[in-house]
């Protein structure tokens, strides 16, 4: 009996982690430009710091149209894709555009509703698409749902929100009015701990907060969750009255939770010793009771929550009632602090590092499953260009994980690109993610191209300093792989391990296929090498690339987004050996009849071949982010894989 409870309240905890992650995975992408609002807000309205009435009148389009149509955009990217993002704008405009107040509780409707309801037509469609049809079929499907979805919500769902939007609005009100908003402390800092400090902050106080702001040009709600006070106190407790190793990390963890606003630095402190959670729901509760009593609030959302991001967002004559209610939930927290703490805790620092590897196990409630590793499959290390630290929210222990592997890419002089971001907001820019280990899983399923790496813990992690030594091995040695021919070989052998072509039926796209970084030319030279590359591969007879010209003359074969698909037509069906493809790159473009053209894919299908390669191509075509890559990248290995890889379902 407790066994089965146990799992219903686990699932039940999962849904609200999961709920709460999507809520703020719709605006964290955003954050910049809410804070680009706030900015503005704060300079430039009469009440300002810098009155400008040309400048202020940037803040009520912003608000009005633009946070909702990201906010829109990104739940719907978030359900299915950059395709799911545009209909979720498209249908977040109508919203917006059918009522009177600005549409932040629309654009988290509309936009996973419209992604949802695209995904499931593509799903439904998607056998019945002829080949060659694709592109077409997802441009209209996607402009006429779209129309149909922001005509709904602009007569039908828009009236209706704005109505729960006052209703709502009038109950928060209400709560604010009676004076039991501190109460909502004994919610957030134990969560804060749980690690749904983001859920929180961005899923629910800062749409509840925007609101708010925009009729009173500032929001408590903005300081709720945001106050790096609790976590100061907690911290200055540990330094001031333990001793051994957590007391030296102490000041350490202050520079960071209190100036860089991360505040999960602090959350193994407390895990080490759970009975401080009455210490920071006890400063969490004084601080929001000061900035009630003074009548603080922001005109934005800092984040991360650090005290220079807060006193940004302080309006005029703002500043002092924020500041106070920081000061006095710190001291609050540091005195309730001083009775519960155990002055001998962490000594030796075994109870501090079993906390912070409780506090990786508790944030992704699960076990480990695995210890550090690097996958054997990471052999190809030219191939790996942009490294990914990732975790639910991407601005917390994933940001301190990616500084540390960069000071350790650094020690080793390698120059590699490390960013640190949200799970839900990989893509295929990246080659290598590394996640803790319980997320990893859900990494590979984001982003199944890449390759992963699983660690238990992004700051103890001997993976960094070995991913380095990795990096730097190649440096040493200057060998090049013999595997992999240089792009500036035309005509270089294929591997020793490959048979020749005439041997074998040769795979659609080989290296020798591809060639990089080439010079501007004329359109009738790069169709001659495209077609040379196919004749060298022994796809085609000699006399093909006169096909391909000829085929040039009748018709263009300037397709979309700088792509060109030079190929023979009619009678040159009979001069194709096997069905492949050659791909030509130039970086700065060539004139195409009038098109400028960065990438040429020379095209031989044997039967109706080619229609599943162009069906392949066009769903490249479609991804405007990898094609943006593929005209810069120098790596052939990545050019490959991308136009080798069998074509992804709809939803994936």
């Known amino acids: 009996m407790d066994s089965a409870n146990g799992e219903t309240g686990s699932g039940r905890d999962r849904r609200v982690q999961r709920l ?3 809520l703020s995975g719709m605006v964290m992408p955003n954050i910049g430009a809410f804070i680009a609002w706030g900015l503005l807000t704060a300079l430039f309205i009469p009440s300002g710091w810098f009155p400008s009435a040309a400048l202020a009148c940037l803040v009520d389009p912003m608000i009005r149209y633009l946070l909702p149509l990201l906010i829109g955009y990104s739940g719907g990217k978030a359900v299915y894709g950059h395709r799911g993002g545009v209909i979720g704008a498209v249908a977040t405009m109508g919203i ?3 009522t009177t107040i600005p549409m932040f509780l629309g654009g988290m409707i509309m936009g996973p509703l419209a992604g949802w309801i695209i995904k499931k037509f593509d799903a439904a469609v998607e056998k019945h698409i002829p ?51 501190p109460a909502a402390s004994l919610l957030i800092e134990p969560a804060k ?7 929180i902050n961005h899923g629910v106080l800062s749409p509840l907060g925007i609101e708010q702001a925009t009729h009173t040009g500032k929001s408590i709600f903005f300081l709720l969750e945001t106050n790096p006070g609790p976590g100061l106190g907690i911290l200055l407790a540990y330094l001031v009255f ?32 759970p009975k401080l959670l009455l210490a920071v729901i006890a400063g969490g509760a004084s601080g929001v009771f000061t900035f009630s009593i003074l009548k603080a609030g922001l005109v934005a959302v800092p984040s991360p929550g650090s005290i220079v991001a807060l006193a940004a967002m302080a309006p005029r004559g703002g ?14 927290t540091f005195a309730a602090a001083a009775f519960l703490i155990d002055r001998k805790a962490g000594e030796t620092g075994d109870k501090l590092s079993l906390a912070k590897e409780k506090a990786a196990g508790m944030k992704l409630q ?11 499959s990471l052999k190809d290390l030219t191939a790996i260009h942009r490294i990914a630290v990732a975790c639910d929210g991407g601005m917390g222990s994933s940001a301190m994980g990616a500084s540390k592997l960069r000071a350790a890419l650094a020690k080793e002089n390698v120059e590699l690109n490390v960013i640190s971001t949200a799970i839900d907001q990989l893509d295929d820019n990246i080659d290598l993610v590394v996640t803790q280990e319980t997320l990893t899983r859900r990494a590979a399923n984001q982003l199944p191209g890449a390759v992963h790496i699983a660690i238990r813990n992004f700051m103890t992690t001997p993976v960094y300093r070995e991913l380095a030594k990795r990096f730097a091995a190649p440096k040493t040695t200057g060998a090049p792989d013999p595997a992999v021919p240089p792009d500036d070989a035309p005509g270089a052998a294929p591997a020793k391990t490959e048979a020749p072509a005439s041997e074998k039926t040769p795979p659609v796209l080989r290296l020798e296929n591809i060639r990089l970084h080439l010079e501007s030319m004329s359109r009738d030279k790069a169709i001659r090498l495209a077609g040379q590359l196919l004749i060298d591969g022994g796809y085609v007879d000699a006399d093909y690339i006169d096909a391909m010209l000829e085929r040039e003359k009748e018709l263009s074969t300037y397709l979309d987004h700088g792509v060109a698909i030079p190929h023979g037509g009619g009678e040159a069906k009979q001069k194709i050996k096997h069905s492949g493809i050659s791909i030509l790159q130039f970086p700065d473009g060539i004139d195409y009849g009038g098109q400028t053209v960065y990438l040429v894919v020379g095209i031989a299908g044997v039967g109706n071949q080619h229609l599943k390669i162009l069906a392949g191509l066009a769903k490249i075509i479609g991804d405007e982010a990898l094609l943006d890559r593929l005209r810069e ?13 069998p074509p992804r379902k709809a939803g994936e």
């Open 20 to 22: 709460g992650r999507f």
């Open 96 to 98: 917006i555009v059918g």
């Open 131 to 181: 080949a060659g049809f694709e592109m077409l079929m997802n441009n209209f499907s996607a402009g006429i749902l779209g129309g149909a979805l922001a005509a709904g919500a602009c007569i039908a769902i828009g009236p209706v929100v704005e109505v729960l939007s006052s209703r709502l609005e009038l109950i928060v009100e209400k709560i604010v009015g009676l004076g039991a908003l």
């Open 193 to 199: 701990v749980l690690f749904l400090n983001n859920a």
């Open 242 to 273: 333990t001793k051994g190793a957590t007391r030296h990390s102490a000041p350490g963890a202050i520079l960071i939770q209190f100036f860089g606003g991360i505040h999960e630095i602090y959350f193994p402190y407390i895990l080490m010793q």
């Open 319 to 332: 500043l002092l009632p924020v500041l106070a209610g920081v000061a006095g939930s710190t001291l609050i």
């Open 366 to 376: 699960k076990t480990r499953i695995g210890h550090d590793c690097i996958p054997d």
């Open 633 to 645: 990248i120098t790596d052939r290995g990545f050019v490959l894989r991308q136009f080798a890889r």
